[in-house]
C-alpha cells in the first residue's frame, strides 16, 4: 500500500510538472500571440492612419479645387448675366425704330469720322425740300455731295430669320422685298436733288447680316438699287467707298489749289535764280580772295629770302661796305 501510495505521489509529482511545462509553454505562446496582434495592429493602425492622411490631403485639395471652379462658374455667371443684359438691351434698341436709327447713325458716324476729314462730312444735315439727311459728304460738283442714310429694315429680317416652315418663308421674303424696295424708294425720293446732291446716295446697313442676305438672296432689290442710284454698302463696304470718296477729294482740292502751287512754284524758281546769282557771286569773291592770298604768299616767300640775305653778308668789323658796293648792293635788291 505504502508502495502504491508513493507511486501515485510520484505520478502526481510528474503529472505537476507536465501541467506546469505545458502552461509555461502556452503562457510564452500566448506572449508571442499577443505580442504579433500588438505589432500588426500597431502596423494596421499606422497605415490606417498614413491612408487617412493622404485621403484628407487628397480631399482637401479636390475641395480646394471644387472651390475655385465653383468660384470660376460663378464669376462667369456673372458675366454671361450681364452679357444677356446687353443683348437685351441691344434688342430693345434694335427693336425701336428711333433708337435703331441712333444706333446705326453712331456706328455711321464712327466709320466716316475716321475715313474722311471733318470739314468735308455734316451730320444731320438739312437739304432744300426740307429733308435731313444722317449724313452728307460734300464732295466738290461733279460728283457733288453724297448723302447717307443710316436706317435698315431690321423687322423684316427678323421675321425671316424667324421663319420655320416654308410659307413663314414665303412670306417673310415678300415683307423683306417689300420693306427694302420701299426704303430704297425713299432714299431715292429725299436725298437725291438734282442740282444739289450728287445723282445717287448710299444706304448703310450696320449688320454685315443683312448686307449679305441681300446680295445673296433679294438680288433683284440690289440692281433695283443700282437702277435708282442708291447703293447699298455694310461696314465694311462703307470703309472701302469712303476711301474712295477720300481720294476724290483729296484730287479735287489739289486742283482748287492748282493756281496757288504754280504762284509758289513761280516765286520758287525766282528765288534759285536769286540763289544761283550769289552763288557766283561768291565764287567770284572766293577766286579774287585766292588770287590774293597767292600775291601775299608770293610777297612774304620775297620779302623771306631778303631777310635771309641781309643776315648771311659778312662785313669786316672796323669796314663798312664802299660807295660802290652799296650802290651795287641796292641795284641787286630793286632788281629782284
Known amino acids: 500500500l505504502d508502495g502504491t501510495v508513493r507511486a501515485l505521489g510520484d505520478g502526481q509529482q510528474q503529472l505537476y510538472g507536465g501541467l506546469t511545462q505545458v502552461a509555461e509553454v502556452q503562457a510564452a505562446a ?7 496582434l500588438e505589432a500588426r495592429l500597431a502596423e494596421v493602425t499606422k497605415a490606417m492612419g498614413d491612408s487617412l492622411g493622404t485621403s484628407a490631403l487628397r480631399t482637401a485639395r479636390s475641395l480646394g479645387e471644387l472651390q475655385a471652379r465653383l468660384e470660376t462658374i460663378d464669376r462667369a455667371q456673372v458675366k454671361i448675366e450681364k452679357l444677356s ?39 444731320q444735315a438739312a437739304l432744300s425740300n426740307g429733308k435731313r439727311v444722317d449724313c452728307l459728304i460734300r464732295l466738290p460738283t461733279p460728283p457733288g455731295p453724297i448723302a447717307i442714310d443710316a436706317k435698315f429694315p431690321l423687322e423684316a429680317y427678323e421675321a425671316l430669320r424667324a421663319a420655320r416652315t416654308p410659307a413663314e418663308t414665303l412670306e417673310a421674303q415678300r415683307r423683306m422685298r417689300t420693306a427694302v424696295r420701299a426704303h430704297i424708294r425713299a432714299i431715292a425720293e429725299k436725298y437725291v436733288i438734282e442740282g444739289e446732291t450728287a445723282e445717287g446716295a448710299l444706304m448703310f446697313l450696320p449688320s454685315e ?49 492748282a493756281h496757288a ?28 580772295a585766292a588770287a590774293d592770298l597767292a600775291e601775299v604768299r608770293i610777297s612774304a616767300t620775297r620779302a623771306a629770302g631778303r631777310a ?5 653778308l659778312d662785313f669786316a668789323p672796323d669796314e663798312a661796305p664802299s660807295g660802290t658796293e652799296q650802290a651795287a648792293f641796292t641795284l641787286s635788291t630793286q632788281g629782284e
Open 30 to 36: 500566448q506572449v508571442r500571440m499577443v505580442q504579433t
Open 85 to 123: 443684359g446687353d443683348v437685351l438691351g441691344l434688342q430693345d434698341i434694335l427693336s425701336n425704330k428711333q433708337t435703331r436709327g441712333a444706333f446705326g447713325e453712331i456706328q455711321l458716324r464712327d466709320i466716316v469720322s475716321k475715313a474722311l476729314p471733318p470739314d468735308a462730312v455734316e451730320f
Open 209 to 257: 447680316a443683312v448686307y449679305a442676305e441681300l446680295h445673296a438672296n433679294f438680288g433683284d432689290l440690289v440692281r433695283e438699287g443700282f437702277a435708282m442710284r442708291v447703293w447699298i454698302v455694310s461696314p465694311t463696304t462703307c470703309m472701302a467707298t469712303l476711301t474712295t470718296l477720300r481720294a476724290v477729294l483729296k484730287d479735287a482740292r489739289l486742283k482748287a489749289e
Open 261 to 288: 502751287i504754280r504762284r509758289e512754284l513761280g516765286l520758287l524758281g525766282k528765288d534759285l535764280g536769286r540763289l544761283a546769282d550769289r552763288v557766283g557771286n561768291l565764287d567770284r569773291h572766293f577766286g579774287q
Open 308 to 312: 635771309l640775305r641781309l643776315e648771311t
